[in-house]
T-cell receptor, first 113, second 112 residues
């Protein structure tokens, strides 16, 4: 079936602008995760949604970052007043069922100029 | 807090060489352990996993054994191919559905 999809695949924005990144998880997956991969660094956890539970926001780096998820479907990650250090590949993953693994989307490459 | 440490790269090997990429973890309790692979220009893919001590994950000729006594999950392959060139990430998660804690990644380059 279809995997995790993300849009846009690339986004170039000016410093100070707001951006929205979208993630479509695998159908039926109850868990959805956002991670960030900055150049030369490892992957950092940002936020985790599980069903109707309150999201785990412990990885969000500042209050400029927020995310929403409607039910068990699409999620959007919003970055307000972007800074150059926000430049990274933003990865979404979904998981569910009896497995422990997470399935990753192709990512959105964000460049803040 | 929980963390994952893996050997730094880049690692350069000749085709058919033996591969080991070391990975150690710190965690409370018994996390699930994973190796993910990112081929050039592609997204992250799960390579293998182990969910309890002494489990061995295997896929595509790669293996890793969950060693509780040494808190390790080293990745091995007996004979690498050029097509194995990629970045490999070790990761842990606390229980089913937990967020992944990643190591820094190890870049592997296999030469013909």
């Amino acid at each position: 079936g279809a995997g995790v999809s993300q849009s846009p695949s690339n986004k170039v924005t000016e410093k100070g602008k707001d951006v929205e990144l979208r993630c479509d998880p695998i159908s039926g997956h109850t868990a959805l995760y956002w991670y960030r991969q900055r150049l030369g660094q490892g992957l950092e956890f940002l936020i985790y949604f599980q069903g109707n539970s309150a999201p785990d926001k412990s990885g969000l780096p500042s209050d400029r970052f927020s995310a929403e998820r409607t039910g068990e479907s699409v999620s959007t990650l919003t970055i307000q007043r972007t800074q150059q250090e926000d430049s990274a590949v933003y990865l979404c993953a979904s998981g569910g069922g009896t497995g422990y693994e997470q399935y990753f989307g192709p990512g959105t490459r964000l460049t803040v100029t | 807090g929980n963390s994952v440490t893996q050997m730094e790269g880049p690692v350069t090997l000749s085709e058919e060489a033996f591969l080991t990429i070391n990975c150690t973890y710190t965690a409370t309790g018994y996390p699930s352990l994973f190796w993910y692979v990112q081929y050039p220009g592609e997204g992250l893919q799960l390579l293998l996993k182990a969910t309890k001590a002494d489990d061995k994950g295997s896929n595509k000729g790669f293996e890793a054994t969950y060693r509780k006594e040494t808190t390790s999950f080293h990745l091995e392959k007996g004979s690498v191919q050029v097509s194995d060139s990629a970045v490999y990430f070790c990761a842990s998660s606390k229980g089913q559905g937990g967020k992944l804690i990643f190591g820094q990644g190890t870049e592997l380059s296999v030469k013909p």
